[in-house]
């Protein structure tokens, strides 16, 4: 990637203004943007442009404008259930469990800043059934066994 990108990153790296790609420049600039049109949009939006050596900067935009919105979304709900994880006291459980509105498309993103907020597991549920769970960093606790052991409660 630094040293022959494709025609469609080196537009990308012109338009980020990156100069020098490593793990985080992948992991926090680069994949966000083309995971969003997964995570709330068309997914094949993105291939396309992946494997489209004459792709328009339009087309960039168009993902990155995507991804500002999966960032917004994310901001927003995540902000939405943390008030109510501390209005009712849901901090002092051992996992944190939420059921609301959620885009499906972010409920991990959503799991993953509440374990990290507030230091326990988090399982996150949205209205329509879809649900991710999210261990916390550097514990031995396991939210599959978990979710394993409770399999029976409907």
Request: proline share 4%; hydrophobic share 40%; aromatic share 8%.
């Amino acid at each position: 990637m630094n040293y022959t990108p494709t025609p469609v990153l080196k537009k990308l790296f012109e338009m980020l203004r990156i100069k020098y790609v490593d793990s985080s420049t992948i992991s926090f600039q680069i994949g966000p943007i083309f995971n969003s049109s997964g995570r709330i949009g068309d997914p094949n939006q993105a291939v396309d442009i992946l494997v489209n050596p004459l792709c328009a900067k339009a087309d960039l935009y168009s993902l990155m404008t995507l991804n500002k919105k999966r960032q917004q979304m994310t901001k927003e709900q995540f902000r939405r259930i943390e008030e109510q994880i501390i209005q009712n006291q849901w901090y002092k459980q051992n996992v944190i469990v939420v059921c609301d509105d959620f885009h499906s498309g972010i409920i991990g993103l959503i799991a993953a800043k509440i374990a990290n907020k507030f230091k326990k597991p988090a399982v996150v549920i949205s209205s329509t059934g879809a649900g991710s769970a999210r261990s916390v960093n550097s514990t031995d606790f396991s939210i599959i066994n978990v979710i394993k052991r409770n399999a029976h409660i409907s």
